[in-house]
């Protein structure tokens, strides 16, 4: 992947507010690449600043939570989630109904 495309991914992410979640293929959709979800997980997995670029928003489609979070594992993007006020079923998956942002 190209640093453009990883550029647009973070342009993407940095549009969710907080309290809201989006997944991969809808930051795939929202960039122009809607094959591209799992390449999106990449170039969050390798996202450079953290803290201006919330990649703990992106979520899996059914709510679920990566478990390879890059920083900190997902015990880690399950606490920011909650500091944001994120609900969560009693599945442990983001109440999407509530919470989801949708960028298309």
Partial sequence: MNKNFFQKV???VKLIPKGYVTTYGQIAKFIGYPLYSRQ???ALH??????KIPCHRVVFADGSLSTAFAFGGANRQ???LKSENVEFLSNGKVNMKKHL????
């Fill in 10 to 12: 973070y342009e993407a």
């Fill in 78 to 80: 399950f606490e920011l």
């Fill in 46 to 51: 390798k996202n450079p600043t953290p803290i």
């Fill in 101 to 104: 942002y949708k960028l298309i």
């Fill in 40 to 42: 999106v997980g990449w």
